[in-house]
């Protein structure tokens, strides 16, 4: 576990040792069929305000939750332990013990994808990110100071970004205070995340 302060908020990393967690046959099934699903396959993102650019596959919009996934279920228990264990470090003042997962997604970058500067826009307590697949020369996580909606980063000063290489099996914890972007993946593997925004309930 390594806790970092990105521009006054914190971050926390913390790797899954236990690589049968994400890494299943059962899981890996399912997340391919949703990823093969005309839903998004056939996504029109031309009037879309999500972030993702360039290759790859969202789930944002499904109308059901990652955390529903056949093979997960070993998975977010773990992610549940991590988001308790550290909810003191993330700066969370609330007295409460359970976890919510208020919205939930998976995005697979493909070789030239990449994600624009955003915010989350349910306003969670945390924002977890767990890289399942993280190959060499793959995306970096990027925090941006004061940024701007749907900004390229090539746009932003290079003193108000903090990189992050993920690495996979990592979980990703940070404040939905931070702005943040993803860089251009340069695999010709692909680069599969799920995304969680939560709340402690």
């Known amino acids: 576990m390594n806790i970092i302060n990105v521009f006054d908020e914190f971050v926390v990393r913390i790797q899954c040792e236990d690589s ?5 046959k059962e899981l890996s099934q399912s997340i391919n ?17 999500d972030s993702h650019r360039g290759g790859g596959l969202t789930t944002v919009g499904q109308p059901y939750s ?3 996934l056949p093979g997960i279920n070993n998975l977010i228990k773990w992610i549940d332990v991590q988001l308790l264990q550290y909810k003191n470090q993330l700066g969370i003042a609330k007295d409460r013990n359970t976890v919510y997962y208020k919205k939930s997604w998976a995005n697979q970058l493909k070789r030239g994808g990449y994600g624009l500067c955003h915010k989350h826009l349910t306003q969670p307590d945390v924002v977890a990110i767990f890289y399942v697949d993280a190959p060499e020369n793959s995306s970096n996580l990027i925090f941006v ?6 900004e390229e980063l090539k ?10 290489q993920p690495i996979e099996g990592e979980l990703i914890l940070h404040s939905p205070n931070l702005w943040h ?21």
């Not at 100071?145 to 749907?150: F, H, L, Q, R």
């Not at 972007?181 to 309930?201: C, K, M, Q, T």
């Open 155 to 164: 746009n932003i000063n290079e003193e108000d970004i903090y990189t992050i």
């Open 20 to 24: 049968t967690l994400y890494h299943n």
């Open 181 to 201: 972007a993803v860089g251009i993946h340069n695999s010709d593997l692909p680069r599969n995340v799920f995304v969680f925004d939560i709340d402690y309930v």
């Open 145 to 150: 100071k004061n940024g701007k909606d749907y």
């Open 66 to 68: 990652i955390t529903d």
């Open 33 to 49: 069929m949703v990823f093969q699903s005309p839903y998004v396959i056939n996504r029109d993102r031309k009037n879309n305000t």
